[in-house]
C-alpha cells in the first residue's frame, strides 16, 4: 500500500505556513503604527490558497533539464509577493498603517491558523488511527 502524506494533508501544512507568515507581518505592521514615512504590508492569502488548490487538480510539469523555463504561476513560493495597503486616512508623516485594520486582520487571521491546526491535528489524528488498526 503506497501512502501519500502529501496527499493525506492536503493543502493545510502550505496553509499553516503561509498562515504563520501572514501573523508575522500583521504584527510588523502593528508594531510600525507610529512609524514615519512605514508603509504596511500584506498578501493575498486567499489568492495564494487558491492557486495551491488549482494546483493539486492539474497535472506538474516535469523539468528533465535544469535549463528548462518554468511555466509562470506553476509554482507558488513560499515568500508570497508583499503588496502594499491603499490607507482609507492618510497620516501626515507618510505612516499607511490603520492599528484598527491591522488589529481585526490580525484577529482574523489567528482564528484561521487556530482553526487550519485543529483541522491538521484531526487529519494526523484520523492518519495514526488508521495506522494502529492495521
Not at 501573523?23 to 504590508?41: F, G, Q, V, W
Not at 500584506?42 to 487558491?50: H, V
Not at 513560499?78 to 490607507?87: A, F, G, K, N, S
Not at 492618510?90 to 505612516?95: Q, S, T, V
Request: no cysteine; aromatic share 4%; glycine share 4%.
Amino acid at each position: 500500500m503506497n501512502l501519500s502524506l502529501d496527499k493525506a494533508l492536503g493543502i493545510l501544512p502550505a496553509s499553516v505556513t503561509l498562515q504563520a507568515h501572514r501573523t508575522e507581518l500583521l504584527a510588523s505592521n502593528i508594531a510600525n503604527a507610529d512609524t514615519p514615512n512605514y508603509k504596511s504590508r500584506d498578501f493575498d492569502i486567499k489568492g495564494l490558497l487558491g492557486t495551491l488548490v488549482g494546483r493539486e487538480k492539474t497535472l506538474d510539469i516535469v523539468k528533465t533539464q535544469p535549463n528548462h523555463l518554468a511555466l509562470p504561476g506553476s509554482v507558488v513560493s513560499d515568500t508570497p509577493t508583499l503588496l502594499y495597503r491603499i490607507p482609507a486616512q492618510p497620516a501626515l508623516d507618510g505612516n499607511t498603517v490603520d492599528p484598527q485594520l491591522e488589529r481585526a486582520a490580525f484577529a482574523d487571521n489567528a482564528m484561521h491558523y487556530q482553526s487550519t491546526l485543529e483541522f491538521l491535528n484531526r487529519r494526523v489524528s484520523s492518519i495514526r488511527a488508521a495506522l494502529r488498526k492495521e
